[in-house]
């Protein structure tokens, strides 16, 4: 994604952490009360970054405008072509920020989401216990092995003398 702005990352990232396309979780996070609290503080920051990229994008073309090919900005212009440089680098300073951050709730996510391995695993061994594991056809099922005896072995049984 080379010319990916911030925003189609943000999204890009949200989308595939989350596995539905974006204007399903902007529905999602905005019911109340909230199911995800991270999807919804994603959404909100994307949000602004919305806002963000869009001021990267006017002041970009303010910028393409008064440096154009052949065009020599006047004395009087030096002030607006400055004031348009610090307002790019400080909206693409906030485009970065919002992004970091949602990297960092993408991440809290995949640490708070459950692992599905151990609870397949704890079924799988719940399952073959039952017995009712799926054996493969015309072989019979395994005969349970007794179970370990614990501590020390009972006194034969007969007449005390």
């Known amino acids: 994604m080379p010319n990916a702005t911030m925003l189609d990352q943000a999204t890009a990232m949200i989308e595939k952490t989350w596995g539905r396309p974006i204007e399903t979780l902007e529905?999602?996070?905005?019911?109340?009360?909230?199911?995800?609290?991270?999807?919804?503080?994603?959404?909100?920051?994307?949000?602004a970054l919305?806002?963000?990229?869009?001021?990267?994008?006017?002041?970009?073309?303010?910028?393409?405008?008064?440096?154009?090919?052949?065009?020599?900005?006047a004395f009087w212009e030096m002030d607006?072509?400055?004031?348009?440089?610090?307002?790019?680098?400080?909206?693409?300073?906030e485009s970065q920020a919002y992004l970091q951050s949602i990297r960092r709730v993408v991440e809290a996510h995949e640490t708070t989401a459950p692992d599905p391995a151990p609870a397949v695993r704890l079924a799988q061994a719940a399952v073959a216990r039952s017995g009712h594991?799926?054996?493969?056809?015309g072989t019979a099922p395994d005969q349970p092995s007794p179970s370990a005896a614990t501590g020390p072995p009972a006194p034969p049984a007969g007449p005390r003398r």
């Open 50 to 73: 919305v806002i963000t990229d869009n001021a990267v994008a006017v002041h970009q073309d303010r910028l393409h405008a008064l440096t154009r090919h052949g065009h020599v900005p």
């Open 27 to 47: 529905v999602l996070a905005n019911r109340r009360p909230c199911e995800d609290p991270l999807l919804r503080s994603a959404i909100h920051i994307r949000t």
């Open 80 to 93: 607006r072509l400055t004031g348009a440089a610090a307002d790019l680098r400080v909206a693409h300073a």
């Open 133 to 137: 594991a799926p054996h493969a056809p």
